[in-house]
């Protein structure tokens, strides 16, 4: 379920929460709305604290690639999910969306690694139930655009 | 329900747990509304106990809330436990309710966590409620004080509100036996389950112990646990006996030997217990095969435990006997257990050979034998082997199956040891088997020593093993100290020596 399935499903994700017409800006904030949500739901598996160690783990994993998402910090006490990232500015908007999609790709992952995919993509389906998960699990090979 | 003083009593339902051999060890089930408290050291399946009742237990219409505290994160939790095939993801979200209060319980105020424990409950209305793991709860609180309560004030409210709830609740916590001195956790509790774990060697042995249930007769004793990918399977140390309506039949049954059938008075009586003792190599477990192939003929299903080697070698060295042991087979009326050698409990032997006798319906059981069965118990086990058997063999005569069993002795030539571990006590009928020296020549005799509540023979007969199974000669009259081991003939029977017939006609 790691990459590239669970690369489709956090983007199909993102574009979900972003809508059919997006700006630079709002791209955090969709990764934002979808990170809460994943949030709320997965952590009624693996707790809060166990989000947040997953959360934190995938910025790690795809900080390397990229760098901007060294800023996140995951939530915060002002409510913040992902945090903010260091500065975007001359950063093409499509590789803002691939860092931000890897992170949500990364959490989905992790979870699937540690509670499975069955529960992970349960969860995910609660969240969007549109998305496209498959019967067998494995999310269609397909984007929302 | 009414006493005999007319009172009427307030019915206690027993939930079923589902989990192998716990309801029958428990009375019958958990009873409801009761705060149950499983103890127990580290891995010895505390945690997967009270997953395996939850999962069972919990449907939408009473669902289970778990409340995670210190100790095994949710996320490790949920990897491991979904390992078990009771693991139901479909029930995850709405059957059972995951919620963690690591944070609050690290705070250590007690107040606050319960306040949040009944806030989920109130807002959940479970049935099932499971707090993994209480101890560190407590143990949180004892290193803060508390905070706005008492560990006792606590419980005691913790309790009292479950319990109007109308919650069955499982708490989950390591515990050591010195704790139960003044833990007023094992006060509040209404029912407190013990898990122990021992390595022995290279054994590892699991046991429950029912250390109190209100309301309920708990099975005494300590109960055989095995772990497996299903969760946990009990093994109550007191067997039920079957219902049997029917008397104890005057029958008796072949050995398929017709001189064997005839030193015992007329084979064996049904639903008893023989034991045939003798040397390696002396034909015992032939003899045992043959006693089942002759209820095999007659349309009767048998059972053969075997510890030594495997059932396909067992029953292809039947072969050469008639139609072999694998006819039977394939005619569904055998089935040869082999059970698993080195860390087997007795309770775990005696469940699998009684439930194989009942799906096959068997009216003979052959036990081969019961020098590899103590061999193949975990050491801790074999203290207990005799108590046990005596269990068992009462268990299953009880239930109307007459048992063949044999063992190894251990012989010298002017010793007969008929039995090393003194299990010649729980048998109804003995037969031994020996070497004994001939004119210079090693031959076997056997005769019958014990059978009771009948007469039998008390010639001894040699005997050889053959092909074709057990050829028993005629009664070796002519010589004395065959017992010894070095028969010597006797004076007067020295001029007639065709009396001295061997079984396979060689004189």
């Not at chain 2, 219409?61 to 390992?83: C, N, S, W």
């Not at chain 2, 050591?176 to 094992?186: H, I, Q």
């Not at chain 2, 067997?239 to 064997?260: C, D, H, M, Y």
């Not at chain 2, 081969?368 to 005569?397: C, H, I, N, Q």
């Amino acid at each position: 379920m790691r990459s590239p399935a669970g690369q489709t499903l956090a983007a199909w994700a993102l574009a979900s929460e972003l809508g059919d017409t997006w700006e630079r800006d709002d791209l955090h904030a969709a990764a934002e709305r979808a990170c809460r949500k994943l949030s709320a739901r997965l952590a009624m598996l693996v707790s809060v604290e166990g989000y947040r160690a997953l959360l934190a783990r995938a910025v790690h994993l795809a900080a390397p690639k990229y760098p901007f998402l060294e800023g996140l910090k995951g939530p915060s006490a002002n409510g913040a999910c992902l945090g903010e990232p260091s500065s975007t500015d001359g950063i093409d908007p499509s590789t803002i969306r691939d860092g931000l999609t890897a992170v949500l790709a990364g959490t989905i992952g992790l979870s699937v690694t540690f509670i499975g995919e069955e529960l992970t993509l349960r969860a995910v389906h609660d969240i969007w139930p549109d998305a496209p998960v498959t019967s067998s699990g494995e999310p269609a090979q397909e984007t929302h655009t | 329900m009414t006493g005999e003083t007319g009172r009427k009593r307030v019915p206690i339902t027993l939930l079923r747990s589902e989990v192998p051999g716990l309801d029958e060890v428990l009375g019958g089930g958990v009873p409801e509304y009761t705060f149950t408290l499983i103890a127990g050291t580290p891995g010895t399946g505390k945690t997967t106990l009270a997953q395996q009742i939850m999962f069972s237990m919990a449907t939408p219409d009473r669902p289970a809330l778990h409340f995670t505290v210190l100790g095994e994160p949710p996320i490790k939790m949920l990897r491991y436990q979904q390992q078990f095939t009771f693991f139901d993801p479909d029930k995850v979200g709405s059957s059972v309710r995951y919620v963690h209060l690591g944070e609050l319980a690290l705070e250590g105020d007690l107040g606050k966590v319960l306040d949040a424990m009944i806030r989920e409950v109130e807002a959940t209305n479970p049935a099932i409620v499971v707090v993994d793991s209480f101890r560190t709860v407590i143990r949180s609180a004892s290193a803060t004080g508390g905070g706005s309560m008492d560990v006792q004030a606590f419980l005691q409210r913790l309790a009292l509100h479950l319990t109007a709830r109308q919650a069955t609740t499982f708490l989950v916590g390591e515990y050591a036996e010195s704790d139960l001195e003044d833990n007023p956790v094992f006060t509040v509790a209404d029912g407190v389950l013990w898990l122990y774990q021992s390595v022995e060697r290279n054994s590892v042995v699991r046991k429950l112990h029912v250390v109190k249930m209100r309301g309920q007769a708990p099975l005494p004793g300590f109960h055989t646990l095995r772990i497996t990918d299903a969760g946990l399977q009990i093994f109550p140390r007191i067997l039920k006996r079957p219902a049997i309506e029917a008397p104890r039949p005057a029958e008796r049954l072949s050995t398929g030997v017709v001189e064997i059938d005839d030193m015992l008075g007329g084979g064996i009586p049904a639903w008893d217990s023989i034991l045939v003792a003798g040397p390696s190599g002396s034909g015992k477990s032939t003899l045992g095969s043959q006693f089942i192939m002759t209820g095999a003929e007659l349309g009767q299903a048998g059972v053969i435990a075997v510890f030594e080697e495997r059932p396909d070698e067992y029953v292809s060295r039947s072969a050469r006997l008639g139609s072999g042991l694998g006819a039977m087979v394939d005619k569904d009326l055998l089935e040869v257990l082999y059970l698993r050698p080195l860390d087997l409990s007795v309770d775990e032997a005696l469940l699998e050979i009684q439930a194989a006798v009942a799906r096959r319906k068997a009216g003979r059981l052959l036990i081969d034998s019961l020098s590899g069965f103590e061999l193949a118990l975990a050491p801790t086990f074999r203290e207990d082997f005799r108590e046990s058997l005596y269990r068992m063999v009462g268990a299953l005569t009880g239930g109307g199956v007459t048992v063949f069993m044999t063992t190894e002795t251990t012989m010298s030539f002017t010793d007969l040891n008929l039995s090393s571990n003194l299990i010649s006590f729980l048998t109804d009928d003995i037969i031994i088997q020996r070497y004994v020296e001939i004119e210079g020549e090693l031959r076997k005799v056997m005769g019958v020593v014990k059978m009771r509540g009948s007469n039998h023979s008390r010639l001894l007969r040699e005997y050889q093993v053959t092909k074709g199974g057990l050829v028993v000669g005629e009664p070796l009259t002519d010589y004395t100290g065959l017992i010894t081991g070095v028969a010597q003939r006797r004076v007067d029977a020295r001029s007639n020596q065709g009396a001295d017939r061997r079984p396979d006609g060689h004189g």
